[in-house]
């Protein structure tokens, strides 16, 4: 099971910004680093943020990532329709000695 | 450029045994980890564990130990990931994907390998 919490969905109209959350604790976000991962339904997952704020290269600047504490977001301005995605957050943990995942959070630009 | 290319969809029956692979390029497989990572509707991604090339250290999720064995081929550039006795609940899409350093970040991924128990 999921050891990171996120909202299961979001939305936003084009145009709009949107900020998802990412939830853990002292184990994990709390102590490592934060990434997240863009998924189309069908295809792999793709490295949006890594290192809590880098972004690789190829990334549109309208990706940004934070963390605070336990917690992590990921913000999306300038809302487009090819944003529409599963949105994932990762981070290692230091209990499972391996990296732990939220459940996603299904964007629907509408 | 880095690619991950993996082995094509499996249909296989309970008890069967079954390996996936998942073959790279473009950088250096045996300086690298190799993660497996599956995704179901119902648990989202969940880490399976790794495998380091050069010396075949090999750690595994405590949800996973026990259930598969990774493994890799170094003069091909390719990683495995083997089950000896399927189970409905095997039922999946599964991935391999890079990690940076021995906690980082999953940088490339493969395509994917969807695995269907079924009898």
């Not at chain 1, 939305?11 to 990412?22: A, D, E």
């Not at chain 2, 890079?98 to 269907?116: A, K, P």
Request: with cysteine; net charge neutral; glycine share 12%.
């Amino acid at each position: 099971q999921s050891m990171l919490t996120q909202p299961p969905s979001a939305s936003g109209t084009p145009g709009q910004s949107v900020t998802l959350s990412c939830s853990g604790g002292t184990s994990n976000i709390g102590s490592n680093s934060v990434s997240w991962f863009q998924q189309v339904p069908g295809t792999a997952p793709k490295l949006l943020i890594y290192r809590n704020n880098q972004r690789p290269s190829g990334v549109p600047d309208r990706f940004s990532g934070s963390k605070s504490g336990t917690s992590a977001s990921l913000a999306i301005s300038g809302l487009q329709s090819e944003d529409e995605a599963d949105y994932h957050c990762a981070a290692w943990d230091g209990s499972l000695s391996g990296p732990v995942f939220g459940g996603g959070t299904k964007l629907t630009v509408l | 450029e880095v690619q991950l290319v993996q082995s094509g969809a499996e249909a296989k029956k309970p008890g069967e045994s079954l390996t996936i692979s998942c073959n790279s390029s473009g950088h250096s497989f045996k300086s690298n980890w190799i993660a497996w990572v599956r995704q179901t509707p119902g648990k989202g991604l969940e880490w399976m564990g790794m495998i380091f090339p050069d010396d075949s250290d090999t750690r595994y999720s405590p949800s996973f130990q026990g259930q598969v064995t990774i493994s890799a081929d170094m003069s091909i550039n390719t990683a495995y990931l083997q089950w000896s006795s399927l189970k409905a609940s095997d039922t999946a899409m599964y991935f391999c994907a890079r990690l940076i350093g021995s906690s980082g970040w999953f940088d490339y991924w493969g395509q994917g390998t969807l695995v269907t128990v079924s009898s």
